[in-house]
Every structure is written in C-alpha cells, then in structure tokens.
Nanobody
Framework: QVQLVESGGGLVQAGSSLRLSCAAS????????MGWFRQAPGNEREFVGGSSWSDSSTYNADSVKGRFTISRDNAKNTVYLQMNSLKPEDTAVYYC????????????WGQGTQVTVSS
C-alpha cells in the first residue's frame, strides 16, 4: 500500500507560480513512477506529467510543456510540480498518482489539491 498526500495548492493570479508537493509513504517509493494529473469541473482527469522510477526521467503533456516541471526526490519520498506562468485554464484539482508500469495504469491516487488561477 502507498499513501499519497498532495499539498501546495491555492488561489493565485494569472502569471503566478506555484509548487505542488506529493509526499508518499508505505511501500518503496522509488519502485513507483510518480506524476500529476488534473481535473477541472466537468472535464475528464487529464495527465499532466510523470517521473520514471528507474531513472527519474520526466515527461510532460504538451499542454504544459515549457511552463510546468516535474521533479522527484527519492530520499524524501516526494514528487514536485513546479507551475509557472499559470493561466485560468490551469484551474483544476491536481492529483498525484503512483504506478508500477505506466501512468495509464495508476495503482494509487492522492486525495488532490485545488489550484485556482484568477484572471
């Protein structure tokens, strides 16, 4: 079992930055890929980006490339999402997943943290 707790969300103005954190506990954190999804009201949950468990390589969805950066610290069992140049359309609940094989097959979810970007 892996427990995931997200933090760092809030209300910010367009153009601002936020850093989300996801702290993991339970089974070996370094064995899991970690990343971020988001879900805006009325929309499906959308993949934002992920971090490989094997080499900590990261990858982002096209919609956030150049603005969002994922990183992970295996010593702290934590994955981060640095969000810059935020836009109102980034408003969503951001969720942290943990997965063994692929971000398309998530094994565990966090409870989510709300990010609201005002114009």
């Amino acid at each position: 079992q892996v427990q995931l707790v997200e933090s760092g969300g809030g209300l910010v103005q367009a153009g601002s930055s936020l850093r989300l954190s996801c702290a993991a506990s339970g089974r070996t954190f370094s064995s899991y890929g970690m990343g971020w999804f988001r879900q805006a009201p009325g929309n499906e949950r959308e993949f934002v980006g992920g971090s490989s468990w094997s080499d900590s390589s990261t990858y982002n969805a096209d919609s956030v490339k150049g603005r969002f950066t994922i990183s992970r610290d295996n010593a702290k069992n934590t994955v981060y999402l640095q969000m810059n140049s935020l836009k109102p359309e980034d408003t969503a609940v951001y969720y942290c997943p943990a997965y063994r094989s692929s971000w398309k097959v998530v094994d565990y979810w966090g409870q989510g943290t709300q990010v609201t970007v005002s114009s």
